[in-house]
Each structure stands twice: as structure tokens, then as C-alpha cells.
């Protein structure tokens, strides 16, 4: 089954969704550099601006778009879900929303999208309506749209609000100007919400609108009538404008509706000019399609024998890793989500892989610690170790697609203002870890690694992560790499090497155990192990098993031994869980893990981002069998237990274990994870084999069991390769009808046959 809810369009750039009433809410998201906003296939949703350093403001708490003919008025949103209507559909597409709706003879067609445009000190989104009078008698539809914000004072029950508001003739909308922090200083915003078309009404309180017993669903406008024509003194801000169309049978009519921040009401009206009549509105739109063409459809395509695999990989992955690369979480700018996002996106754009890189190393210290995040005005610490180590696996994969070791000689600024190269940045990071060790040398959890909710692990200063070391070793090994490559001083060389051999030495004698078989995971500041089979909670961690792999091996013949234990502990009909048996409150001492119910995310869960860690390690170890069985767990319209309940055009983070009962397979968040992101790179680099190295790019595929064949398009330092995929039983690349003595390709364009 794919979905009883809806399907992929024909090129698979839109999903259609079919009925508003689905298990929850199926999200859609559009960005620039600096506002991002998001709704579902009801119209829920919200936006908001930020600055460099993770300041907001948010112009959409809270949004709605409404008919009213007479007394009578309806959301053109689908809601309330269970009321009756004569046609449904939503479109989310890559970069706007339309949805359909069709009710007491009135069709509208309505579209969500953010203009083009990267400016700290404005932003927009546009809503444009099409309505069609079906019946055979003349109409006169009014339609208001309606937007909540976020930076007055919040509306409750006994607030206080002591905001002002009111209606502009000369910006033909509604607005409200105050002051922020943003961007280094103190900021004048006007938040504006216009329409393109005369404005017949308005209202710029919330309960106005609304009204003191509505809902955004129901509000107290759309039973009398229509907006009230209200200013807003000392409540709390909620604008809302109408527009009327009068319409005869058959005849269709436009509407334009925009908000958004500016940094003065010139600019407000300014924007509002330029989402006006319908053929601007048509314009942008395109453009907004062709930024993301340009940005998405170069580098790789993938084609598997599942058409709706197709789509989701080439077109809906893509794009969950160019906004992970640049909003990370979303909610916060996570910086290791970041950089592990980007270190995706070199997968298919490098360039912009590279440019994104830059600006995360400015946010990193002098000594080459690394962050949390940045929000609300700050560079926050969060006392997590781990985030430093992501930066030269971000950087490897970018310069392997590349090419250009020039490029590690730029000049990055740290957060301190100092200036150094990017090679430096990246040396700083390693060199900082190895020196900030704990528990028999190996390196400290602090706070926290990969694993957020380890917070209490190594809060004391002596707790270490196994993990966390074991990824150091393949930050160590990639710079290494790229200091060979740059032709770095050979005494750099060998002393990365040593480090090398020495942390393997320590894993392997502090993190191995040796009854259970596989690596454990931490060992606390009390020196109590995480993740070992004496363990009575969380006996075993998937990610040190799989982080051995991909590190490139610590100890001949331990990697497979700890995969194969560790697997068998972890296995699940719905997936591989990360951590086994999950922890309970009697474990608390360990962190917020033990406050997750059972088998909830990272307590037994099957998460996704570890899943995709393994997809890729199962292609490593050229295993078709458990790499089908992978693909098949992850992908929500391939994985019989969740089929139907996630978004099939998207990943989330995990699907819930079998201790949560009902919930038993449901969903996690979707969009904000790395799940998308590294589903996409272990398919590109790992399923498909398309492994880039300095020398070129290396073809080594492991597909999965029952896909005899498949095809890939990558182009690779200006070179395109057309590449064909063949179970023939014989592992064998051969460019331009030779075959070649290796499964490196020549550095030209051409045809490319890999047999396996």
C-alpha cells in the first residue's frame, strides 16, 4: 500500500493529498535565507524571521483564509475537517501550497508561497486566491484573509496587552510599527498584512475577529458578516483583511494577499506592490520554481525500480536537505545539524555545500570548540561536546566532490572575530577534542554528544562517550586525508596518525565488551558503563557499531562481530531500534532519556537518522539482503507497520517502538531531522556506490536484494556521467563500453555500465 491519502504527481514535484481528515497534520515548507514558514493540508502553520545570531520574529503565529456570502462564512482551509464540501485537494509543491476547495457553489483555488529574496530586514509571504462562482446565479463572495503574530504581547485569558494597530489607505492594508533587537542593533519593523485588490474591510484586533469564544476555525466574523472595520488600542493585534469579488455564473475572480516585517512602512508598501495583480503574482511563482530547479535537479538523479522511491529520493529529499542545510531543526539552529546536513547536500550541490560550510565555521570558537546553537541573540553552548567533529566530515565530502584543496586556504572568521583558513578551522576542531578527554583518555560526553538526551552522562567532567571517540577517529582520518592532499607539513601528518592509532588503542581496550560483543557506548562520570551487557537499561546502542564501520575499522574483525551482536539485540519488524531495552525513571541518573517513555526516539525507538547510518554501513559491508530489508523499514510508504500514518513525501525522526503500545509505529516529527538528508547520501554514496575520492569518482554500488536493475545521472567537476546498473553476478565498471582495471571513472563525460 502507498497511501490511502494521496499520491506523487507524474514528474513527482508535487504531492497531492486528497481529504483534509488524515491521522495529523502533513506539513509543507518554504524558505529563504532568513524567513521560513510552513502549513499543512489544512492551512495550519506559521513563519518567522531571524537574524544571523538566531533572533525571531514572527509575523505568523496563527493563519486563516475565509469565504463569507451573506451571514453564512467557511474556512477555504478544509476546516473543520468533518464538515461536509463538494471538492478537496491540497498540492503541496516545492515552494508553495494550493488547496482546493469547492463549497455551496464557490471553487477557490488558493496558493501559499515565499517570494524570492534574501533580506535580514524584510519578508513576505503571499497568498493568492482564485475564485470561481459555479452555480448559475451571480455571487458576491467576500474573502478575508487573517494572520496572528508572535512579538506583541501573547494573547491569554487575563493578558495584558497594550498594543496598537490600524488601517493605512496608502499601503492598503493594515499596520503596526515597533522596535527589536535585530542584527546588531535596535530595529523599526512594520508588520503589514495588505491585499492587491480594494479592501472592503478590515480588523485589527484579535477578538474583533475572532471574537473572545471563536477559534481560527470558527471565528465571530464569518456570522456577522464580515470584518468589523476596527482599530486595535491596548489588545492584542490580529489583522484581518477583506476584499469582495462579485461574480456571474462561470466567472472567476483574483485576490492577492501579503504579509510580512519590513523595516519601514515604505518598504511594507513596497513589497505589497509587487504581489498585486495576478501576473506578478504568476511571475514570482515561476521564479520561486526555477530557484529550485536550479538548485536541486543539477548534480544526481537517482532511478530505482519504485517510481514513488524516485520521487521522494530525486525531488522531496533534496529539498528536506536544502532547508536542514540552511534552518537545520528549524525550531533552533542546531550546529551539528547543520554541518551533518550539509555534508549532505555536497551529495548532489557542493557549491552551495561549500558556501554554507563558511558560514557555520564563523559561529565556531577560536579553539576550536564548536557550539550548540545560536538563538535568540546568542552563541549557546549547551555543554555539548560532540558538535566540533562534524565540521571535517562536512568539509571532506564538499572537497572530495570538488576537487579544489585550494579551497581549504580561505579565510573564515570565528566567532571571536579572529581570521584563520579553513584548513585551520577544521585542524582546531580536531586538536580540541583530542585534547578534552576524560575516563581512561577517551573523549568527554560533557552535556551531551549525538545523543541529546545523554545530558547527565559527563556533566561532572569525567564521563566519556565511546561514540563520540570513535567518530573522532574518522575526523582524524579525514583531515588527515585532506592534509596529504594540500600538501601539508609531513611532521602534521604523522602526528594525526599517531593520535589515530593511539585513540583506536584506547577504544579498543575501554569500550569494547568483550561478553556482549560489540562496543559500548559512554561510561559515566562515576565510571559506570552505558550500553554494555552488564547493563539491566540500555544494553546496546546501535551507533558505536555503526560509527566503527564508518570510521574505516579500529580492530580487524570486531566491526563484523559487533554488527552482527548488536543487530540481533536491536531487530524489530518495524526497524532497527537505536538502544535496547529501553531505559525507565530508575535510570534518570543517566539523562533525559530516561524521562522519554519506553520506546519512544532514542529510548528503543527506531530512529531514523540511525537507520540511515546503517543503510549505509549494510552497502559498506555489501550486504543486498539487509540493505533492502533498511530501505524498506525507512521509507514510511514502504514500511508495512507505518504505511498511511507518515508524510510518504518526506522522513521524520523515528517511528515509535513496540513498548508505547497504540502508538506502536506511528510517526515522529517530520521535516526538522537529519533523517531525509542522510537517506539520501547513504543511497547516492553508499546503495548506488557513487563514492567521490580526490583521485575521482569511485563507482562501488550495493543494491538492494531484488533490484536488478537501476540508473543514476551525477555529474562530478563538470563532468556528467550516465551511469547503468546490472546484476549480472560479476562486479565489473565499464566507461564508454571499456572496461576499466579499477571503479574510479576518467575525469570526462560519458556513459557508464557497472555490473555487480
Not at 104 to 116: A, K, S, W
Not at 309 to 322: A, E, F, G, P, S
Not at 584 to 597: M, R, V
Amino acid at each position: 500500500m502507498f497511501s490511502p491519502f494521496g499520491h506523487f504527481s507524474e514528474d513527482g514535484c508535487s504531492f497531492h493529498i486528497l481529504t483534509p481528515d488524515i491521522p495529523r497534520n502533513w506539513y509543507n515548507y518554504f524558505h529563504t535565507d532568513y524567513y521560513v514558514t510552513f502549513t499543512s493540508q489544512c492551512g495550519i502553520g506559521q513563519g518567522f524571521l531571524q537574524d544571523s545570531l538566531g533572533r525571531r520574529l514572527m509575523p505568523v503565529k496563527g493563519r486563516g483564509l475565509y469565504a463569507v456570502e451573506g451571514g453564512a462564512g467557511w474556512s477555504l482551509c478544509g476546516l473543520p475537517v468533518y464538515e461536509p464540501r463538494e471538492q478537496y485537494e491540497c498540492v503541496h509543491r516545492l515552494g508553495s501550497t494550493t488547496i482546493t476547495l469547492q463549497k455551496r457553489g464557490i471553487r477557490t483555488d488558493y496558493t501559499l508561497f515565499v517570494p524570492c529574496g534574501d533580506d535580514p530586514f524584510a519578508c513576505a509571504e503571499v497568498t493568492a486566491v482564485r475564485v470561481t462562482n459555479t452555480n448559475d446565479t451571480p455571487r458576491e463572495i467576500k474573502l478575508i484573509a487573517y494572520v496572528e503574530n508572535d512579538f506583541d504581547e501573547p494573547y491569554k485569558p487575563q493578558g495584558y496587552n497594550t498594543s496598537a494597530a490600524g488601517r493605512d489607505d496608502a499601503l492598503n492594508g493594515l499596520h503596526y510599527e515597533f522596535e527589536e533587537e535585530f542584527e546588531g542593533g535596535k530595529r523599526t519593523f512594520c508588520f503589514f498584512l495588505g491585499c492587491g485588490q480594494e479592501v472592503t474591510g478590515w480588523d485589527c484586533a484579535r477578538n474583533a475577529f475572532i471574537g473572545p469564544y471563536g477559534t481560527l476555525q470558527d471565528p465571530a466574523a464569518l456570522h456577522r458578516g464580515g470584518c468589523s472595520n476596527s482599530a486595535c488600542v491596548a489588545e492584542k493585534i490580529g489583522y484581518a483583511v477583506q476584499t469582495t469579488l462579485r461574480l456571474n455564473p462561470g466567472e472567476s475572480g483574483f485576490a492577492s494577499f501579503t504579509t510580512g516585517l519590513a523595516e519601514s512602512l515604505d518598504r511594507a508598501n513596497g513589497i505589497l506592490a509587487r504581489f498585486a495583480a495576478e501576473a506578478q503574482v504568476l511571475g514570482e511563482l515561476e521564479r520561486v520554481e526555477e530557484k529550485y530547479r536550479g538548485r536541486l535537479n543539477a548534480g544526481l538523479s537517482l532511478k530505482t525500480p519504485d517510481e514513488n522511491l524516485n520521487h521522494l529520493i530525486n525531488h522531496w529529499l533534496k529539498y528536506q536537505t536544502d532547508m536542514g542545510s540552511r534552518w537545520a531543526r528549524v525550531r533552533h539552529n542546531g550546529y551539528r545539524d547543520i554541518a551533518s546536513d550539509t555534508e549532505c547536500l555536497a551529495a548532489f550541490n557542493p557549491r552551495l555545500a561549500w558556501e554554507r560550510l563558511k558560514r557555520l565555521l564563523t559561529y565556531q570558537y577560536a579553539n576550536g570548540y564548536a557550539p550548540r546553537t545560536f538563538i535568540d541573540g546568542r552563541i549557546c553552548d549547551n555543554n555539548f561536546s560532540d558538535c566540533a567533529v562534524w565540521l571535517t566530515f562536512t568539509a571532506y565530502y564538499i572537497l572530495m566532490e570538488l576537487g579544489d584543496m585550494t579551497l581549504l586556504e580561505e579565510e573564515v572568521p570565528f566567532n571571536d572575530g579572529t581570521v584563520a583558513t579553513v584548513y585551520e578551522h577544521l585542524r582546531r576542531s580536531v586538536d580540541f577534542l583530542y585534547g578534552f578527554r576524560g575516563h581512561h583518555g577517551l573523549i568527554r560526553i560533557w552535556g551531551g554528544d549525538w545523543n541529546d538526551c545523554m545530558n547527565y552522562v559527563g556533566i561532572k567532567g569525567q564521563g566519556v562517550s565511546v561514540w563520540l571517540s570513535i567518530a573522532w577517529v574518522r575526523a582524524c582520518r579525514q583531515l588527515r586525508a585532506l592534509a596529504e592532499a594540500a600538501g601539508k607539513d609531513e611532521a602534521e601528518i604523522v602526528c594525526l596518525k599517531e593520535r589515530d592509532d593511539e585513540m583506536c588503542a584506547l577504544i579498543n581496550e575501554y569500550g569494547w565488551d568483550e561478553e556482549g560483543g560489540y562496543y559500548i557506548y559512554a561510561i559515566s562520570d562515576d565510571g559506570e558503563p552505558i550500553g554494555a551487557s552488564s547493563c539491566e537499561e540500555g544494553r546496546v546502542f546501535l551507533n558505536p557499531q555503526l560509527w566503527a564501520v564508518l570510521a574505516g575499522g579500529l580492530n580487524a574483525g570486531r566491526e563484523a562481530r559487533a554488527i552482527e551482536n548488536s543487530y540481533r539485540l536491536l531487530w524489530d519488524r518495524l526497524g532497527t531500534r537505536v538502544s535496547w531495552p529501553p531505559y525507565t525513571e530508575k535510570s534518570i541518573w543517566i539523562g533525559g532519556i530516561a524521562k522519554k517513555a519506553p520506546g519512544v526516539q532514542e529510548n528503543g525507538g527506531v530512529y531514523l537518522h540511525a537507520m540511515c547510518w546503517k543503510l549505509a554501513v549494510d552497502a559498506l559491508m555489501d550486504n543486498a539482503a539487509r540493505v533492502r530489508e533498511d530501505v524498506d523499514s525507512i521509507v514510511p510508504f514502504r514500511n508495512e507497520v507505518v504505511a498511511g500514518r507518515a508524510e510518504p513525501y518526506t522522513l521524520c525522526n523515528c517511528y515509535m517502538g513496540p513498548e508505547t503500545g497504540y502508538r506502536y509505529g506511528t510517526p515522529g516529527q517530520s521535516w526538522r531531522t537529519a533523517s531525509g538528508q542522510w537517506f539520501l547520501k547513504a543511497m547516492a554514496q553508499f546503495v548506488f556506490g557513487l563514492r567521490p575520492r580526490l583521485e575521482g569518482l569511485a563507482v562501488q554500488p550495493c543494491l538492494p536484494e531484488g533490484w536488478d536493475e537501476a540508473f543514476a545521472e551525477k555529474e562530478f567537476r563538470g563532468c556528467r556521467y550516465r551511469i547503468t546498473y546490472r546484476r549480472t553476478g560479476e562486479k565489473a565498471v565499464f566507461f564508454e563500453g571499456e572496461r576499466l582495471p579499477g571503479d574510479v571513472l576518467p575525469l570526462r563525460s560519458g556513459s557508464v555500465l557497472v555490473t555487480f
